[in-house]
Structure formats: C-alpha cells, structure tokens
C-alpha cells in the first residue's frame, strides 16, 4: 500500500481573532523540513499541525525563497499538513 501524498503549508494567524491570514504551499522536501523543524515523537514525517518559532518560521521562509518579515507578537505561524487524493473523477 502506497503511502498518501501529502502536502504542506505555512499557516498565518492572528493572534487575537484566530482567523487565518495567509497560507503559503510548502514544496520543500521532507529532509529539509526535518532539519528545520524537529518532529514530535511518533510523527516522523511531520504530519501534525507544528506551531512554529520566529527562528523555525524564518528558516522555512528562506527556504521557500519568500521574503516576509516575522512578527510571533501578533501573529501564529504554523506547518499544516493535509493529504491529497490523486485520484481523477
């Protein structure tokens, strides 16, 4: 059994209403966001929702070749995960 394809996104929220703000695909490679982000025990290919540092959301940032400043005061920046169907209807 294959395993499910799963893709990534860095999530932006507000702090304060909890809305979410921005999303940004993460196309990276499961080795590189391991070196940026250390799985939690029992999930080691980052399935989880992982709330993110200012350090750990400006190396995936540069990592994505996307220029945004970080602001953890007012903002919560997450990785979120979610599988895809590739199957065609």
Same mark, same amino acid.
């Not at 970080?70 to 065609?88: I, M, R, W």
């Given at each position: $059994?294959?395993? +499910?394809?799963?893709? &990534? ?5 507000? /702090?304060?209403? !909890? #809305? @979410? %703000? ?18 939690? $025990?029992?999930? +080691?290919?980052?399935? &989880? ?5 200012? /350090?750990?959301? !400006? #190396? @995936? %940032? ?6 945004l ?21």
């Open positions: $059994m294959e395993s +499910p394809k799963v893709e &990534r996104s860095l999530q932006i929220f507000d /702090r304060k209403s !909890e #809305k @979410l %703000l921005a999303e940004y695909p993460v196309a990276l490679e499961l080795d590189t966001l391991i070196k940026i982000i250390k799985p939690m $025990m029992g999930d +080691p290919l980052l399935y &989880r929702p992982y709330p993110l540092s200012q /350090r750990e959301t !400006e #190396k @995936l %940032l540069t990592q994505m070749n996307i220029d400043m970080v602001e953890t005061k007012s903002y919560h920046y997450f990785l979120g995960s979610y599988t895809v169907d590739d199957a065609k209807s």
